[in-house]
């Protein structure tokens, strides 16, 4: 990916709004003990480790939403509000990344490609760190970057610059 790629910092302030306004919806969610199904990236057992650490790091709430567990359970895959937003650690880079054309955003000081999905909402993959992190919302986050500002630390910890 090169620097002519549309990106762009979420401000603070940009990212407590985009929280706020997702808790209003958040709120009339139901929780169940359902099981989001993600399939469980394969990773090299550097960035499984990496994989691991990231894990042990990530937020029990995302844009509202509580976590919910993932099937199989796996330190490589994460879900909140049984799967609204699912994170997958490990996985492999995707052939977007070589588009000079496609679109990546920045937040909080990690950079993510962003990737459109007919019928759902974007998926994101982490970008210049030594394992790729990719996290998907469904539908009702179309056009929303903010659950990204919430894996920002987390990432930024536990997943090391590639450069």
Known sequence: MKSS???????????????????PTAAGCSFTDARASVPVPRPDAEEAAL???LHKELPDTVAGLGRSETEPRSDLTA???DGAIVLRC????????????????????????????????????????????????????????????????????AIPPSL
């Open 5 to 23: 790629h549309r990106s762009f910092r979420l401000p603070p302030a940009a990212a407590a709004l985009a929280v706020a306004a997702l808790l």
């Open 79 to 81: 879900a909140w509000g």
């Open 90 to 157: 490990g996985v492999a880079r995707p052939a977007r990344m070589s588009d000079p054309q496609a679109d990546a955003v920045e937040a909080d000081g990690v950079n993510w490609l962003v990737e459109p999905r007919e019928g759902d909402g974007p998926r994101f993959t982490s970008t210049y760190r030594k394992a790729y992190v990719e996290v998907s919302l469904d539908r009702r986050f179309a056009h929303d970057v903010g659950p990204l500002v919430d894996f920002a630390g987390p990432v930024g910890r």
């Open 51 to 53: 994989c691991r650490t």
